[in-house]
């Protein structure tokens, strides 16, 4: 997936059907794009989820995923 935020980290969902990535959010700290995660995807994150939410700097590091259906 080729880095398209613009800030510190970036919010990126994966839809695992389609084999697709999109930039959802972007953030200047690791708590506020957690806290847009949990704001926007709270009720969908599950363990058995198809899909993927993932917290990447912007170096491209992956620091935190989130399965959500």
Same mark, same amino acid.
């Given at each position: 997936?080729?880095?398209?935020?613009?800030?510190?980290?970036?919010?990126?969902?994966?839809?695992?059907?389609?084999?697709?990535?999109?930039?959802? %959010?972007?953030? +200047?700290? =690791?708590?506020?794009?957690? *806290?847009?995660?949990? &704001?926007?995807?709270?009720?969908?994150?599950?363990?058995?989820?198809? %899909?993927?939410? +993932?917290? =990447?700097?912007?170096?491209? *590091?992956?620091?935190? &995923?989130?399965?959500?259906?």
């Amino acid at each position: 997936m080729p880095i398209q935020h613009k800030k510190e980290f970036g919010i990126y969902h994966w839809d695992t059907f389609d084999n697709e990535t999109w930039l959802v %959010d972007e953030a +200047d700290t =690791v708590e506020e794009a957690e *806290k847009m995660v949990m &704001s926007r995807y709270g009720g969908q994150i599950s363990s058995s989820g198809a %899909d993927q939410v +993932d917290l =990447v700097s912007r170096s491209g *590091k992956v620091l935190k &995923s989130w399965r959500i259906h």
